[in-house]
């Protein structure tokens, strides 16, 4: 493979200007991730730990191997909203007994535990991931049931999760159940559609409808144990497959049953055991992104600090320059990389991109993509040059497309050119953002100027007068809006993503997220659509 050399210079101005702008994304991205940790505060917290039980993290920590590591998944939902920051779950990808598995914890101090409305997203957001890569579920569970008073956003969608539950299981794809508290209603579910339950003694509550609600609907006097204790359901129900004495020993029975899974990943395994780092640190990668979203950068700099050797061999590097293509390896993982060069996808572009999806699909090698694109251009002399079809060329070859992809966001993510380079609408495997990183129908100013345009023609057509203070005034209140909800944070706060991540972990991300897919098959696509040529 060709090698690549660096032109980054660490004593250039824009080198420390870019730096410092990413590090105060970043210690905002940390402040949201703090208030995520924080759970319901140290009050709920405190108590918790008091009644003997562990905090989410903590029973995730046990859970998984030793010094493995845990790619914690959308880790700031709910941010900017009226529920607290994390959205009262934890979800994400460990390694447990040598098996890559989805991980969900319900957080009890956060309200209950209580599914909101982004709790719902993030747990189905979840199996979404387990299906899609063939990863085993497992759900720790201590949850009071849905949040009453945002019902009407999660009863009907929230039967999602059942459905969900038995796809896995008949997908062949073990799902299992640790009960430590509450599985309450239609909580109760979960533990009864898992392919392996385990409940903690005197700890979890396992019914339908708990006591006062039995005594209003029947008449009936009963207490928890008798109505859906772990003991009982371990010896009279039969919901319960394993009893457990305390939390930790609901853990260890769980990592007991991943080591009986007799699991074995269906695709390809490294091409390269022991694969080279790359040659750059990637220190750098914090002063790669321009402070000026509008500056592109060269994504180069960024294969050179993440693919193994810093090598890449770059497919048609000569035409459709404003888009970079080629392949190369992240943690022995072969890959085929899209990264956006200068912003703007032209016509060349889009046809470059159509025949190097096909090449990845022919020869099974999933497809990295690293967004940084301001949209497909637009203007008299592109239409007649068939931008449209060209980009409807692109776009039909990302949609069709069957080996997996992951994209990543580094910087700006506009207009048709996020569903080019597939956005979340066009379902990657994995969705990740850096945090300086936007995205949005089209920039603040431009999207503020098409206002301002239509406004004005509207008041020309029926004769009136334009009032320029109130258009600059709506202008900066438009750019202002828009500004704020194309932020990595906004963004990643209503699931538009997987998670925002530091981009000196770019290469952990991509090598954790290849070897998650790598747990299904690798299989291209054998037909794509009808191309516009």
Not at 280 to 296: G, H, K
Request: aromatic share 8%.
């Amino acid at each position: 493979m060709t090698v690549m050399e660096t032109a980054v210079d660490p004593r250039n101005p824009s080198y420390l200007e870019n730096r410092s702008a990413m590090l105060d994304r970043l210690h905002e991205f940390e402040d949201a991730l703090d208030d995520a940790r924080a759970g319901g505060g140290d009050k709920y917290v405190s108590r918790h730990h008091a009644r003997g039980k562990l905090l989410p993290r903590e029973r995730i920590e046990l859970l998984v191997d030793q010094d493995a590591p845990f790619l914690e998944l959308s880790p700031t939902a709910a941010w900017g909203t009226d529920f607290p920051v994390g959205a009262s779950v934890v979800s994400g990808i460990g390694v447990i007994e040598g098996v890559e598995c989805v991980i969900v914890a319900n957080d009890p101090t956060v309200r209950g535990g209580a599914i909101n409305p982004y709790a719902l997203k993030k747990t189905q957001r979840a199996g979404e991931i387990a299906l899609a890569n063939r990863l085993p579920l497992v759900n720790l569970v201590e949850s009071g049931g849905a949040d009453l008073p945002t019902q009407a956003e999660i009863f009907i969608p929230g039967g999602g999760v059942f459905r969900d539950l038995t796809r896995l299981s008949a997908a062949g794809i073990p799902t299992i159940s640790v009960v430590f508290g509450n599985a309450t209603a239609g909580g109760a579910y979960v533990p009864g559609m898992s392919d392996y339950t385990i409940m903690v003694r005197h700890q979890a509550k396992v019914f339908l409808a708990g006591p006062p609600l039995v005594r209003m609907a029947t008449g009936e006097i009963t207490d928890d144990e008798s109505l859906g204790g772990a003991g009982m359901h371990a010896g009279t129900s039969g919901l319960a497959d394993y009893l457990a004495e305390d939390e930790r020993d609901g853990l260890r029975l769980a990592r007991q049953v991943v080591r009986r899974l007799n699991w074995r990943k269906q695709g390809p395994g490294p091409r390269t055991s022991n694969p080279t780092p790359p040659k750059y640190d990637v220190e750098d990668l914090l002063a790669i992104a321009s402070a000026d979203p509008r500056t592109p950068f060269d994504p180069r700099e960024v294969l050179l600090r993440t693919l193994d050797g810093s090598e890449f061999d770059e497919f048609k590097p000569g035409y459709g320059t404003a888009l970079v293509t080629g392949w190369g390896e992240v943690h022995g993982y072969p890959v085929g990389v899209l990264a956006n060069a200068r912003g703007v996808l032209f016509s060349e572009e889009s046809q470059k991109a159509a025949q190097f999806i096909q090449l990845a699909n022919a020869s099974d090698t999933p497809l990295v993509f690293l967004q940084n694109t301001t949209g497909y251009m637009v203007g008299a002399e592109y239409e007649q040059r068939g931008i449209i079809k060209h980009g409807a060329l692109m776009i039909n070859a990302v949609s069709n497309s069957k080996v997996p992809h992951i994209t990543i966001n580094l910087g700006a993510s506009y207009g048709a050119g996020n569903y080019g380079m597939c956005g979340r609408a066009y379902e990657p495997r994995f969705l990740f953002t850096w945090p300086n990183a936007k995205s949005a129908v089209m920039g603040p100013a431009q999207l503020a100027g098409v206002l301002s345009i239509v406004a004005r023609q509207a008041a020309e057509a029926k004769g009136q007068h334009y009032d320029e203070d109130s258009d600059q005034a709506m202008r900066m209140m438009v750019e202002q809006q828009i500004d704020t909800q194309s932020t990595a944070l906004f963004l990643s706060g209503r699931l538009y993503d997987d998670g925002i991540i530091d981009p000196r972990d770019t290469r952990t991300v991509l090598g954790l997220s290849l070897s998650a897919i790598h747990n299904a098959p690798i299989k291209g696509a054998e037909g794509f659509g009808v191309f516009r040529m």
